[in-house]
Structures are given as structure tokens and as C-alpha cells.
């Protein structure tokens, strides 16, 4: 039971990391990042070239690659994605473009094999707790993901560029009217979106695998997690990934990994009906 | 002096009406394709095209009505499964079943638009792939669908009007007819009130309501008449194909059509057959170069796709359709001779 | 009679209150102004009579008739118009086009006819000639065939009226912010055309307003908000001398940029 739980809060994180960058890039600029999955994967290949080749320290290259992934889409936001704020549809083609651009970049680079990264020695051990046996790796994991939640939450509710940033998913017309510099939020949602999003590839490097498909599964669970927690709202985007987190542990646990999926989708599907914009979902001005 | 006069009067016509000689001219040349193409490799890449323009156009008639959806490729599926599904298990005449696909599809359509349509815009789209998902995981789980197998042995057409089907080349001929209806009536709406009201809609729905009009009915009707589409390209995909199996009906189909759609350009109704035409013929000509490897393949679609978005946000059709204008001007400027006659 | 008839219309954004219990009335033919600091709800208000919110509570009454939470195009088609201030056209399409939707309402309804029935030719000139009128009327004739997203602001302020004017003989048009951001001449001549509508057309108007001057020569009657209430109302000369009006303003023009 505390196994299923201490799953259930690791995956949540890893949702988490990966979904606020995903609402947050919708809320200020309003485009959809189809090419989120593979930010996801450029972070978990980053680390495995920082830590591998490098032999840096991983959690050096959890930092130096979560910097480097967010300051590439910065660079790709001003140049790429800029010219269709605003512009649903074509944003997101775009986005589409750079998703096949990454995939197959990887893909021909690095191969198709699955690599991996291993945590610090010091982790590489269990703890007992409550009668489960818990992976030190996996309680580094929640750490760092309640870490990098709370320092955005904090800046979101405290810093005045975090607040401006609020302002303009509410608005941006009238985030705009009241002086907010809206490239620079942008600029700033899409570095802080994509550097936590490789922060969770990262992670997921470690617990698992990496491979350039590795983004694909995680952006379906994102845009049910966006589903169900709301476009636009940041504490639904929490509380839907720990809702998809705990049902991929749970159903994981007892009925396999194949129907994690289904639950999921199926749960989107009731929240739906019975509240249409997600269970946070800001009303549309 | 009968022929001379008459046969002036055909041309005089015939000059009015050049748009539709073109139209015939092209129409005459895509129905010769099989004699000059007899390779079979070519001729399903063109069957191909010609069921994605039928998807592409049906989505992009809804989105001009301002319904953004991410499940037009269920909606081909529920096509494709309804064809299959009465034709194999009732043995329904095929012809029939079809009709009955895009009757389905159409119908899931309303139920799903029912329920979502109170939804504005991303929340609406974002809930639509929601639908998909669920169809899929219906189409996976149950062994009335056949699960992950899906279904098998779907056959041929019915003979009609003595014409016998089975053949790629007969498939060709179905697929080719579908689609020129398709794009028929995405014509005529176009031409319509109609389409003038949902171009209106698609350019701003609070104007247009606030004239009067009740935007849900035109935007969900131009939601169903897709969708409809959708389901018969759906039932000819589940004979051409013999079979069928929900991962013909994945996230990566919706990839194409939004990206065909968009190269195409969605504010033309030709939109589609360019964005379906041009990025096939990108894909398969890359082919052709020597020591290809098909892996750096997306890496060239995705950057064509970023430049050509770059430089023209509204598609292909922007470009193509000014070509006329080129004329024109040209024609224009041939007349203005330096010191010829001075305007009046 | 009153046209126009709002009652404790209160409209609430989760938790705050943008519209707090206001009462409005409107007599035929008159030019209202609404006006108050930035934030005051007066564009609230006006979403909320055209239809484009529903009211968390209150009513409101147009020609007698209970319009409380209607949509905005059943509205309209009632014969209560009104302009955007933004995304006010339709930014692609002629300026002839954009005249031609605003006319809809003047064709049957219903789609088969709308599907099949483009062809009646009679009925096409028909609008077609009352889109060269209202064209005339303001000023856009010479225009007719430019794209109308390329129009100079101010003249796409006035398509933006005349595509409100073109539904089916309205009695009443609410004008959001018709003369923000215009010069001098601009604002004039708009100004001008806003007399016409009510003295011509008998249209009655009710605006949203900023620039005082324009609201202060215009206007017949203003109603003066802030914070969601109505703080002041009368002629613009008591207007002026109210001194609550001015506090509320002074107030928020010291906060403000």
C-alpha cells in the first residue's frame, strides 16, 4: 500500500513537471506545444550527455541541462513560435514541425536504443518505511519535484514577474493594457515551461529509460491531465496530475500498465461530463 | 455564315466560362491517371491523397464555421467501422453501408456536439480528443470491434451499374469519384449563403452574433456535413485497406490532417487538395534522392513545414491563388505603353 | 416609455463584483453615456444588456419585453445592436462584404434556404442596394471594395457602426467606445454621425465613453460608475459640477499610470 502510494505521489511529480509547462505555455501565449513530449526528452538526452560523456555530476546535468533545454526554446519561441501568437492553428503546426524536427534529430543521433542515467551512488539504495521498501531514487524524485513545484508556486503568488505572468494567462488584453511586457512573459513562461519539463525528463531518465520516443506517451497523459485539471489553471493542472498519477500507479499495481491508460482516459471522460471545463477551468471572459 | 456564327458562339461562351473548362480539363486528365500510371506503388499513393483531401476538406469546412476538432480521424473510423462492421457481420450491401457510415459519423457528431459544444474554442478541441480517446479504448476493448485485431475480410464493393470492383485500379476509380464529389459540394457551399455565413463566422463569431445570427446552427451544421465526409472516406478506406484496426486511426492521422490543412491553407476551399498534393509529393519525392535515409525524413518535413508557415501563415492557397493576379498586372502593364493613350 | 429598463443588474467574476445592483433607464430616442474610471464595469454593463454575459442577478427589459439572459443574437434580432470596441470586423472581407453580413437578418431564416436559396436575385439587389445606403450614409461608399482589416481606424469604427445599423431596423444601438483613440477631426465627424443616427433613424444610443469632451457635448443624459455602482447620474452639466464624480476620479487618476 505505501508502495502504491510512494509510486503514486513519484509519478504525480514527474505529471506535474511536465503539465505545468504545457498549461502554462497555453495560458500566456495560447498556443498548443504539440513538441512538449520531446522538450521532455531533450532534458532525460541532455543529462545522459552532461553525466555519461561529461561525467558530470547528475545533478550538475539535471541543472545545466534543464537551463539549456529552456533557454533553446526561448531562443525557438522568439524566432519560431512569436510570428503566431495568437494564432492557434498555425502555432501548432509548427510546434508539430518541431516535434518531427527533435524526434527524428534524436532518433538519427543518438539511435533508437534505450540508454539510461543513474542517480548518485548515494541514492542507489532502499529505505524502509511503513512496511515498504522505497527506492532512494524514487524519494530524491519527489523531493526535487515538490522542490521545483513549490518554487514555482511561490513565484506565480509572490515574485512581480510571477504575478504579471498570472495576470496575463487571465487576460492578456488587459494584462497588456496595465503595462505587462508580453514578449518578456512569454520568453519567461516558455524558458521556466520547457526547463521544468527536461527537469522531469531528466527524472524520468533516471527511474527509467531514455529513448526519442519517450515524449510521445507522456504528452497524451499531459493533454488529459489537462483535461481534466483545466486549461489555464494552475492548481487543476496539480491536482488532475496527481489524480492521473495516482490511477497510473494504482491500476498499474493491480491490473498492469496497459489499462493505466484506459482509467486515465476514461476518468478524463467523467469530468468532462460532469464539469465541462475541467474541475479548475478558468471561466472564458 | 451558320458555322462560323455558331462556332463564335461557342467560343464566346467557351471564354466566360474558362474556369470551367480548366475545371473539365483537369477533371478528364485525373480520370486518364490510370492508363499513364500502371505502377501500383504510385497508384495507392494517389488513393491515399485522394481519401486525405476528403478528411482535410471535411475538417476544414468545420473549422471555417469556427469548430476547431481533434477527431477527425475517429470520425473516419467510426466510418470505417460502421462499413465494416454491416457489411461483414449483416452483409448489408456495400453501397448502402457506406451511405450509412457517413449517416453515423455524422450522427456521432450531433451526440458528441451535444454534449461539447457549450465548450468554447481550445476547451471544446481539447475535450473533442478526449472523444477520440475514449472511441479508441472502445475499439481496442471490445471483441465486438475486434479489439487490437479490429476486423478483417472486408470486401469489395457490390457490383453496380456492371461495374465490378476489387481492383486497384477499380479502388482508384471510387476513391477519385468520392473525392470529386466531396470537393463538389465543398464548392457549392462555398458559393452558398451558406459558406458566406460561415466564412463570416469564421472570422468573428461575436460580430456575427451580435447581427443576428445564430452561429451554433451554422457552425454544428458545417460540424456535421464534415464529419459525414469523414465517414465515407472512413467506409472506403475499410475496403480498400481489407481490413481494419484502431491504429489506423491514431493521433497521427489528426497530425496529417491539421498539418495538411494548414499548409493548404484553411481559408480556401481548395486549401486541402494543395496541402494533401504538395506535401505528398515533398514526402515521396525525398525518396528519390540517392542514399536516402528515411529517418532524417521528418527532420526535412518539420523545417519546410516551420519555413513555409514562416512565410506564408495562410497556406499555400495565398500564394497559388494570386497567380491570376500576376496576370493581370502583367496584362496591365503591357496597355500602359510610356506615351500611349492618355485615361480618361 | 422607457426602452431600456435595468434592474439590480448585478454581474459577479468569481468572487468579484464587476457590476453591483445597478438601475438604468432609457427613454426612446435619447444619447446616454455611461462612463466611469478604468475598471468601473461600464463595459460589463454593456456585455451584459447586449447579451454577451448572463447577469448573476437583476433584469433587464427592452421594448417591454423581459431580455434577461437572452443571447446575444436573439437580441439583436429584438432590435438592441451594438458595436466592439475590439475585433470589430471582419477584418478580411470588403468593406461592401462586411455591410452584406451585418444584413442577414433581413433574409429568411432557416438553412435549407441559406444552403440553396443565394440565387433569388431579387432579394439580392434588394440588400444590395440598402448596402449602398447605409455605405452613403457613412461615409464608406468610396471604400466599398477595400479590405476592410486595411481601413484607417476611424473608418473602421464607422463599418463597425453601419454593420450594427444594418440589422433589421434596430430601435436602440449600444456604442462601445466609438471615439477612443481618434483625433480631433475624427472623433468630430464621428460625433456628427452619432447625431444623425438618433435624429435620422430615431435610433436610441447608449455609449461607453472615455473621452469627456465627446461624452460632455454628445450626450443628453450620463450615468456615472465605479467600483460596479452608479455614483451619479444627470445632464452633463450637473455632471460636471457633481463632486462625488470628481473625487472618484481624481481618486483613481492618482493610482493610475
Not at chain 2, 61 to 73: D, I, Y
Not at chain 2, 288 to 299: L, M, S
Not at chain 3, 68 to 90: C, E, N, P, W
Not at chain 3, 92 to 121: C, I
Request: glycine letters at 10%; one cysteine or more.
Amino acid at each position: 500500500m505505501a508502495q502504491i502510494i510512494a509510486n503514486g505521489i513519484m509519478l504525480s511529480f514527474l505529471f506535474v513537471l511536465f503539465a505545468l509547462g504545457l498549461s502554462l505555455i497555453f495560458g500566456i501565449m495560447r498556443v498548443i506545444n504539440f513538441a512538449h513530449g520531446e522538450v521532455y526528452m531533450l532534458g532525460a538526452y541532455g543529462v545522459w550527455l552532461f553525466t555519461d560523456i561529461l561525467n558530470l555530476n547528475f545533478f550538475l546535468g539535471m541543472v545545466i541541462s534543464m537551463l539549456a533545454v529552456g533557454l533553446l526554446w526561448v531562443i525557438l519561441e522568439r524566432f519560431i513560435l512569436k510570428p503566431f501568437r495568437g494564432n492557434l492553428l498555425p502555432a501548432a503546426i509548427v510546434t508539430l514541425g518541431l516535434l518531427w524536427i527533435f524526434q527524428a534529430t534524436m532518433l538519427v543521433t543518438a539511435g533508437s536504443a534505450n540508454k539510461s542515467v543513474d542517480f548518485p551512488q548515494i541514492f542507489q539504495g532502499t529505505v524502509s518505511l511503513a512496511g515498504a521498501t522505497l527506492s532512494l531514487e524514487r524519494i530524491c524524485t519527489i523531493v526535487i519535484g515538490v522542490i521545483l513545484t513549490v518554487a514555482l508556486l511561490l513565484f506565480l503568488s509572490k515574485a512581480k514577474a510571477g504575478r504579471a505572468m498570472r495576470a496575463a494567462t487571465q487576460n492578456p488584453d488587459a494584462a497588456r493594457l496595465m503595462g505587462v511586457n508580453i514578449d518578456l512573459m512569454s520568453s519567461l513562461a516558455i524558458g521556466i515551461s520547457c526547463a521544468l519539463a527536461a527537469a522531469g525528463g531528466v527524472l524520468a531518465g533516471g527511474l527509467f529509460y531514455i529513448n526519442p520516443y519517450m515524449g510521445g506517451p507522456q504528452l497524451l497523459m499531459g493533454f488529459v491531465i489537462i483535461i481534466i485539471g483545466g486549461l489555464g489553471s494552475i492548481p487543476g493542472t496539480i491536482i488532475a496530475a496527481f489524480i492521473v498519477g495516482f490511477i497510473n500507479s494504482i491500476t498499474t499495481s493491480y491490473l498492469g500498465s496497459n489499462y493505466a491508460g484506459m482509467l486515465v482516459f476514461l476518468a478524463a471522460i467523467v469530468v468532462l461530463l460532469i464539469r465541462p471545463k475541467g474541475l479548475l477551468g478558468i471561466e472564458e471572459m | 455564315m451558320r458555322p462560323v456564327q455558331s462556332g463564335l458562339k461557342v467560343i464566346t461562351a467557351l471564354r466566360f466560362n474558362s474556369k470551367l473548362l480548366i475545371a473539365i480539363a483537369i477533371l478528364i486528365l485525373l480520370f486518364l491517371i490510370p492508363t499513364f500510371v500502371s505502377s501500383s506503388y504510385y497508384l495507392r499513393i494517389t488513393i491515399n491523397m485522394l481519401y486525405m483531401i476528403m478528411l482535410v476538406a471535411g475538417f476544414r469546412l468545420a473549422l471555417s464555421g469556427g469548430v476547431f476538432t481533434m477527431a477527425p480521424q475517429v470520425f473516419f473510423g467510426i466510418g470505417a467501422y460502421t462499413l465494416a462492421l454491416f457489411v461483414t457481420r449483416l452483409n448489408w450491401n456495400w453501397w448502402l453501408s457506406a451511405l450509412l457510415a457517413g449517416v453515423f459519423a455524422a450522427a456521432s457528431a450531433a451526440i458528441i456536439g451535444r454534449i461539447l459544444l457549450r465548450l468554447k474554442g481550445i476547451f471544446f478541441a481539447i475535450s473533442t480528443l478526449a472523444f477520440a480517446f475514449v472511441l479508441l479504448l472502445i475499439w481496442r476493448t471490445f471483441p465486438f470491434f475486434g479489439r487490437f485485431s479490429g476486423i478483417f475480410d472486408i470486401p469489395a464493393p457490390n457490383t453496380i451499374f456492371g461495374l465490378e470492383f476489387g481492383s486497384l485500379v477499380s479502388y482508384f476509380y471510387l476513391a477519385l469519384v468520392l473525392a470529386v464529389i466531396t470537393m463538389l459540394v465543398m464548392y457549392r457551399i462555398e458559393k452558398s449563403r451558406f459558406g458566406f455565413m460561415l466564412r463570416c463566422i469564421g472570422l468573428n463569431a461575436d460580430l456575427a452574433r451580435s447581427s443576428g445570427v445564430n452561429v451554433m446552427l451554422y457552425s454544428i451544421a458545417a460540424f456535421y456535413i464534415g464529419c459525414f465526409f469523414a465517414g465515407i472516406a472512413g467506409a472506403f478506406f475499410a475496403s480498400y485497406q481489407g481490413s481494419i484496426q484502431p491504429a489506423s486511426f491514431e493521433f497521427n492521422v489528426l497530425m496529417l490532417i491539421l498539418l495538411y490543412a494548414v499548409i493548404g491553407g484553411v481559408h480556401s476551399v481548395w486549401g486541402p487538395v494543395y496541402g494533401v498534393v504538395i506535401m505528398t509529393a515533398i514526402t515521396t519525392g525525398l525518396t528519390y534522392i540517392p542514399h536516402y535515409d528515411p529517418k532524417i525524413g521528418p527532420i526535412i518535413l518539420g523545417v519546410t513545414l516551420i519555413v513555409v508557415m514562416l512565410r506564408f501563415p495562410r497556406g499555400i492557397s495565398s500564394l497559388l491563388e494570386s497567380i491570376p493576379g500576376w496576370f493581370r498586372k502583367a496584362s496591365r502593364k503591357k496597355d500602359n505603353e510610356p506615351y500611349g493613350n492618355t485615361s480618361s | 416609455m422607457a426602452i431600456l429598463q435595468v434592474k439590480g443588474l448585478t454581474k459577479e467574476f468569481g468572487g468579484l463584483v464587476a457590476v453591483d445592483h445597478l438601475d438604468l433607464e432609457m427613454n426612446k430616442g435619447e444619447i446616454l453615456g455611461l462612463i466611469g474610471p478604468n475598471g468601473a464595469g461600464k463595459s460589463t454593463v454593456f456585455n451584459v444588456i447586449s447579451g454577451y454575459f448572463k447577469p448573476s442577478a437583476g433584469k433587464v427589459f427592452f421594448k417591454g419585453e423581459d431580455i434577461t439572459g437572452l443571447r446575444m443574437d436573439k437580441i439583436a434580432s429584438i432590435g438592441l445592436v451594438r458595436t466592439f470596441q475590439h475585433t470589430l470586423l471582419y477584418s478580411d472581407l470588403t468593406v461592401r462584404e462586411n455591410v452584406l453580413a451585418g444584413l442577414h437578418l433581413h433574409y429568411k431564416s432557416g438553412l435549407f434556404d441559406a444552403l440553396f436559396g443565394f440565387r433569388t436575385a431579387h432579394k439580392r439587389t434588394e440588400l444590395e442596394r440598402r448596402a449602398t445606403e447605409l455605405m452613403e450614409m457613412l461615409g464608406l461608399a468610396t471604400r466599398s471594395n477595400e479590405r476592410s482589416g486595411d481601413l484607417p481606424h476611424g473608418y473602421q469604427r464607422l463599418l463597425g457602426m453601419a454593420i450594427a445599423l444594418s440589422s433589421n431596423n434596430p430601435d436602440m444601438i449600444m456604442l462601445d467606445e466609438p471615439v477612443t483613440g481618434m483625433n480631433a477631426e475624427e472623433t468630430a465627424s464621428t460625433m456628427s454621425m452619432i447625431r444623425r443616427i438618433k435624429q435620422e433613424m430615431g435610433i436610441t444610443v447608449l455609449l461607453v465613453e472615455h473621452n469627456m469632451k465627446a461624452v460632455m457635448e454628445l450626450c443628453e443624459r450620463i450615468i456615472v460608475l465605479n467600483y460596479g455602482k452608479k455614483i451619479a447620474e444627470g445632464s452633463p452639466k450637473e455632471i460636471r459640477q457633481n463632486i462625488a464624480v470628481i473625487e472618484a476620479y481624481l481618486g483613481t487618476k492618482a493610482n493610475a499610470t
